[in-house]
């Protein structure tokens, strides 16, 4: 199980590039001091989304009205002028969408060693199944499992055992594999009682890559021997998924 964005899917990229079309379109100069607000601003309403206090597309209007204001661009277009300039930062930001450079290699990898994928997502339900298929993961992933669709958002846990119970799996024998500390690790922790946070911005000076993993799933994987009934050793394989480690990259 992954989670999808800044995970696989390259989110910060797309966002910085996506951004930057549209501040442009407006005639300003996109700042880091400008991204990095864009970037506290869309968690902040996205959150609220997640609890419950704003719709999907309340969030979107309110952080970009929230963000004009702060850039010096204030605009008095109402919902529907709002709605209108949002749907211009969207194709900017789509225009924009790009996988992880290692995000396909590892998903076939771990398909070739007889593995389900699956992704578990905070993000709107139909806008993620939109990036699977625009970054050409759509073929590696079984199942998308989206809070939206379940009911439950990370860190809950139920957002993490809802998707082990549909696929009949106990969670010691699912892998999850995420880059937010307190929403994927935490969160898995609380439902698995098992994590191990290894490399990103939670630990310093190491690369941001799943490829090192594969190693540790291939050895999880690999044939053990036991005796049959005649006492002879035999090699058997291990069932699928039996790595039980919260990964953050």
Not at 87 to 108: I, K, M
Not at 142 to 167: I, N, R, T, W, Y
Not at 169 to 188: M, T, W
């Amino acid at each position: 199980m992954f989670d999808l964005d800044n995970t696989l899917f390259d989110h910060e990229a797309s966002t910085r590039e996506g951004l930057g079309a549209f501040v442009r379109s407006l005639g300003l100069e996109l700042t880091p001091g400008l991204q990095q607000r864009w970037i506290e601003i869309e968690q902040a309403c996205y959150d609220r989304f997640l609890s419950g206090e704003l719709s999907f597309q309340e969030q979107r209007r309110k952080r970009l009205r929230q963000f004009l204001l702060e850039a010096g661009q204030p605009h008095g277009g109402g919902e529907t002028g709002h709605d209108k300039l949002f749907a211009v930062y969207l194709r900017s930001y789509e225009n924009a969408w790009t996988a992880f450079p290692d995000a396909a290699p590892t998903l076939q990898r771990l398909r070739d060693l007889g593995m389900r994928v699956g992704i578990i997502t905070n993000g709107n339900h139909e806008q993620q199944s939109m990036k699977i298929t625009s970054i050409g993961l759509e073929p590696l992933v079984d199942v998308l499992f989206s809070s939206e669709q379940m009911g439950h958002a990370k860190p809950d846990k139920s957002a993490f055992l809802q998707p082990c119970h549909s696929l009949e799996l106990p969670p010691s024998q699912v892998l999850y594999v995420g880059d937010n500390f307190r929403v994927d690790i935490e969160g898995a922790r609380a439902a698995t009682r098992c994590s191990h946070s290894s490399s990103g911005k939670y630990r310093s000076k190491t690369s941001r890559t799943i490829s090192p993993w594969l190693r540790r799933v291939a050895i999880a994987r690999a044939p053990t021997r036991s005796r049959n009934s005649s006492g002879r050793r035999t090699e058997r394989g291990r069932p699928s998924g039996t790595v039980a480690l919260i990964y953050s990259l």
